[in-house]
């Protein structure tokens, strides 16, 4: 289980006061999804214009403010489906924004750029596979990179650009072993005597 997962109910905590101050103010949980991820994409394109370290802290800005809106959804009792996909969606657009700036900084370095594409790839592929075993019937939630550590990671790297060829490293090695669990973690869901109920559903 990801570190963010482990992490979720202490973090719960901290923001709930966060959520019911927004939630006096009106702020919906959707604005603030949006919000996020349009300042996480402003951060990214910071890092293209060449101001990696300003883009890693508007990032991670970003990032603090998407953390919010499920706390805010669920203080205010208005979590719904539409909301979980905007979620998802952002996340991704967000996700190959940054990791794309990060590709872009790197560009000049090819083992670099492997690494950020790579990191970009698998962060994309671990994304699908849990919206496709989900849709089947299945969970796939296993993994020890999940956005919250991929947004760490990469902000980390582009404030403190000597972090940066670790933070790919761990990128890579994090997203392909989190990939690797889900696969197995879904196959043997679907061998279970009780899985069979998943299968042939597109």
């Not at 202490?10 to 999804?33: F, K, S, Y």
């Not at 671990?126 to 019937?137: D, F, I, N």
């Amino acid at each position: 289980m990801a570190l963010s997962s482990r992490l979720r109910h202490t973090t719960d905590r901290l923001v709930r006061p966060l959520a019911a101050g927004l939630a006096r103010l009106g702020v919906t949980p959707n604005a603030l999804t949006v919000a996020g991820a349009v300042v996480v994409l402003a951060g990214s394109a910071a890092v293209v214009a060449g101001e990696p370290r300003l883009g890693g802290v508007v990032i991670l800005a970003g990032a603090s403010l998407d953390a919010l809106d499920g706390a805010l959804a669920r203080h205010t009792d208005s979590a719904s489906p539409l909301g979980a996909f905007l979620d998802s969606a952002t996340d991704r657009i967000a996700d190959a924004a940054m990791l794309g700036a990060v590709a872009w900084l790197v560009a000049d370095a090819p083992l670099l750029l492997g690494a950020a594409l790579a990191a970009l790839s698998l962060a994309l592929v671990t994304s699908y596979l849990r919206a496709k075993a989900e849709s089947l019937g299945w969970r796939a939630s296993a993994g020890v990179v999940e956005r919250t550590e991929r947004v760490v990671l990469v902000a980390a790297g582009l404030i403190v650009p000597a972090v940066l060829p670790l933070a790919l490293a761990v990128l890579v090695a994090g997203g392909l072993l989190t990939v690797v669990m889900r696969l197995v973690v879904v196959v043997r869901q679907a061998r279970a005597p009780d899985g069979a109920s998943g299968a042939g559903r597109a």
